[in-house]
């Protein structure tokens, strides 16, 4: 649910903090919520006491921590700029592509996170474009094929599963027998009850006869 008007200066004084840490946690609380004009306002602060954090640093520790070129990104956390990307861009439409590149700068800092790939393809969903979702979604689970988020995503969003010989088109006739083949097998298993597999009960032995006397 879009909030329809966020007075910044009140946000951040119901936050009550300085702390960049603490306002980032706030701010994808907020994201997560969909609350995106809220979450932008306290992103967009974490981002700016980080980014005066580092410039505060000498130049020797800046060459120290191997910051002097990439400035504020090596210090803030890519999770900052992936959700400040999200909240930038379903908060104004016309930022759609500036919120998609810092989803990109937080998946070049953590290209194994599910979270930013997945704050892309919401980016381009609120846009409405497919192909960029989709791309996204592929490119988060190739690098995190395991990903819970992603896997979830892309069944919401009902994004085809890869031909069984990738190497071939979908449309291949043997792409698509096998295909067939494989989702008759996936309806069965679904479908057979789970059963527990019985151990047969051996026979009881006979009692031996008693010796005679």
Same mark, same amino acid.
């Given at each position: 649910?879009?909030e329809r008007s966020?007075?910044?200066a009140?946000?951040l004084?119901?936050?009550a903090?300085?702390d960049?840490m603490?306002?980032m946690?706030?701010?994808?609380?907020? *994201?997560r *919520?969909?609350?995106?004009?809220? @979450?932008l306002?306290?992103?967009?602060?974490a981002?700016?006491l980080?980014s005066?954090?580092?410039?505060?640093l000498s130049?020797?520790?800046? *060459?120290?921590r191997?910051i002097?070129?990439?400035g504020?990104r090596k210090?803030?956390p890519?999770v900052?700029?992936?959700?400040?990307g999200?909240c930038?861009?379903l908060?104004t439409?016309s930022?759609?592509?500036e919120g998609a590149?810092?989803c990109?700068?937080a998946?070049?800092l953590?290209s194994?996170r @599910?979270e930013?790939y997945l704050n892309?393809a919401?980016?381009w969903?609120?846009?409405?474009?497919? &192909?960029?979702m989709?791309?996204?979604?592929e490119?988060?689970?190739?690098e &995190?094929?395991? &990903?819970?988020?992603?896997l979830?995503f892309?069944?919401?969003i009902?994004v085809r599963?890869?031909?069984?010989?990738?190497?071939?088109?979908r449309?291949n006739?043997l792409n698509?027998?096998?295909g067939?083949?494989?989702h008759t097998?996936?309806?069965?298993?679904?479908? *057979?009850?789970?059963? @527990?597999?019985r151990?047969?009960v051996?026979?009881?032995?006979?009692?031996?006869?008693k010796p005679?006397?």
């Amino acid at each position: 649910m879009r909030e329809r008007s966020v007075v910044p200066a009140q946000v951040l004084a119901e936050a009550a903090t300085a702390d960049p840490m603490e306002l980032m946690r706030l701010g994808i609380d907020a *994201a997560r *919520a969909e609350r995106y004009a809220r @979450g932008l306002v306290l992103l967009a602060e974490a981002y700016k006491l980080f980014s005066l954090e580092t410039e505060a640093l000498s130049e020797e520790v800046k *060459a120290a921590r191997g910051i002097e070129q990439l400035g504020s990104r090596k210090r803030t956390p890519a999770v900052c700029f992936s959700y400040y990307g999200l909240c930038l861009a379903l908060t104004t439409s016309s930022q759609t592509d500036e919120g998609a590149r810092f989803c990109e700068v937080a998946i070049q800092l953590e290209s194994h996170r @599910g979270e930013h790939y997945l704050n892309l393809a919401k980016i381009w969903q609120a846009a409405r474009v497919r &192909s960029m979702m989709v791309s996204a979604v592929e490119r988060g689970l190739k690098e &995190s094929p395991r &990903s819970a988020i992603l896997l979830a995503f892309r069944d919401e969003i009902g994004v085809r599963s890869v031909p069984p010989i990738s190497f071939l088109p979908r449309d291949n006739p043997l792409n698509k027998e096998l295909g067939k083949i494989l989702h008759t097998r996936r309806r069965a298993q679904k479908a *057979a009850p789970k059963l @527990g597999v019985r151990r047969p009960v051996a026979d009881a032995a006979p009692a031996p006869d008693k010796p005679k006397r």
